[in-house]
């Protein structure tokens, strides 16, 4: 049984950083994306950012574009979010996702994803 656990949300001052992980335990078969997307209270989930298999590629909504970077190590069943330059509107759940590697931008659409954390909870105060 596959499972995506996130790690490293909390509460910081506007402006701070935070750095979220997520590690994949259980076999995934096949070469996979890797992403984050996130929920804010009454507003639908949303993507945030995505890595491909190999982790060239990296694709990121407009609204963190410049602000957060998603890597992935060389155990390719990680993958982190460094978020930068907070802003209260970076309030969220954040979920750390992974499915087919249809490319880095493939994953924006919610599509193919196959496995979902459970959600950490990022709240930037202002």
């Known amino acids: 049984q596959v499972q995506l656990v996130e790690s490293g949300g909390g509460l910081v001052q506007a402006g701070g950083s935070l750095r979220l992980s997520c590690a994949a335990s259980?076999?995934?078969?096949?070469?996979?994306?890797m992403g984050w997307f996130r929920q804010a209270p009454g507003k639908e989930r949303e993507f945030v950012a995505s890595i491909t298999w190999s982790g060239s590629t990296t694709y990121y909504a407009d609204s963190v574009k410049g602000r957060f970077t998603i890597s992935r190590g060389n155990a390719k069943n990680k993958a982190d979010l460094q978020m930068n330059s907070l802003k209260p509107e970076d309030t969220a759940i954040y979920y750390c996702?992974?499915?087919?590697?249809?490319?880095?931008?493939?994953?924006?659409?919610?599509?193919?994803?196959?496995?979902w954390g459970q959600g950490t909870q990022v709240t930037v105060s202002s």
């Open positions: 259980g076999r995934i078969f096949g070469r996979y994306a």
């Open positions: 996702a992974a499915g087919f590697d249809g490319g880095a931008q493939a994953m924006s659409s919610m599509t193919g994803i196959d496995y």
